[in-house]
């Protein structure tokens, strides 16, 4: 395929998603195109694409509440090949499924795999920021043929805590949040003190975390940083303990702010001052954009 045929030549986003799609297709230098959605009574979708698509498509859709998403996306992806996208680059800021990487109990299906397998199916490249990856080093392991891509808002957000939080500890509150803690704090200048906690999970809204050994919180500004929040009773967790440690303040700064039911106003009653969050997912936390690492990382897909 010739260089014409790789540069992307079109930003293709659901109805829904036309906000972050205008800023990438302008980031991108290209146009915008939407998806209609029709939704039939008996539930099936009737999805309307252009008539025509560019050699090169970027299709956008991030995979929060992703059960429907991915039927969109498995209909939308040869619809569009069809159209003309003879290459298919998706954009997805947030990329579910990530979390279930191992059988915990025999038969449990390692959704990660799976997911990650099928999209890499349908385009020719994944392009996601910050995805949860725990046990596996990297996408390519379950993304076939290095058609993953993943970029890291860690350093951006890092970077937005220095500018309001002066001399903040960075907390992880888990292991898994080493990766996106030690990043954050190499943004900030001079690197910001950091740490992360230890968590055990034992069901969806119970999860006990213990602080690093030795760690000094009294009378620092914690900023506790994770990819992502979901019930939000992690970072509750650590806020409490940091508080109960003597922080003068504990703000939260994640990547995906899926923020379900009570969540916030969980945090808040934990003691969480301010709550910071990348556009991955739209939430009214959002401060950051993430548009500029996807675009510049579609360039180089
Ligand atoms: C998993 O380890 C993730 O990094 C998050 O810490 C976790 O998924 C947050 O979930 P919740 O907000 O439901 O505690």
Request: charged share 20%; net charge negative.
């Amino acid at each position: 395929m010739g260089p014409a045929a790789t540069a992307p030549g079109c930003v293709l986003a659901f109805d829904d998603e036309q906000s972050m799609g205008a800023a990438l297709a302008e980031a991108l230098g290209v146009p915008l195109s939407l998806i209609a959605r029709h939704r039939f009574p008996d539930g099936e979708l009737r999805l309307r694409l252009p008539a025509e698509l560019p050699p090169c498509t970027v299709l956008l859709r991030s995979l929060h509440q992703p059960n429907e998403k991915l039927v969109e996306l498995l209909i939308a992806a040869p619809a569009a090949r069809e159209l003309g996208a003879r290459r298919l680059l998706l954009a997805s800021p947030y990329l579910a499924y990530m979390r279930q990487d191992i059988a915990f109990t025999p038969g449990e299906a390692v959704s990660q795999r799976h997911i990650a397998g099928l999209l890499a199916r349908c385009f020719d490249a994944v392009v996601t920021v910050d995805p949860h990856l725990h046990r596996i080093a990297s996408l390519d392991e379950v993304m076939p043929g290095s058609r993953g891509i993943a970029v890291s808002a860690a350093r951006l957000i890092g970077a937005w805590v220095a500018q309001r939080v002066s001399q903040p500890l960075l907390l992880g509150p888990d292991e898994e949040s080493a990766q996106w803690v030690r990043e954050a704090a190499r943004a900030c200048s001079p690197e910001a003190d950091h740490a992360w906690c230890v968590k055990q999970r034992h069901g969806d809204h119970d999860v006990q975390v213990s602080l690093p050994p030795g760690l000094r919180c009294a009378g620092r500004a914690v900023v506790l940083i994770d990819d992502l929040a979901s019930t939000g009773r992690t970072l509750m967790a650590a806020a409490r303990l940091a508080l109960e440690a003597g922080a003068s303040s504990v703000d939260a700064a994640v990547t995906h702010a899926l923020f379900i039911g009570d969540a916030i106003t969980e945090l808040k009653s934990a003691g969480v001052h301010r709550i910071w969050s990348t556009d991955c997912v739209p939430h009214a936390s959002n401060a950051l954009s993430v548009v500029p690492l996807l675009a510049e990382a579609l360039r180089r897909a």
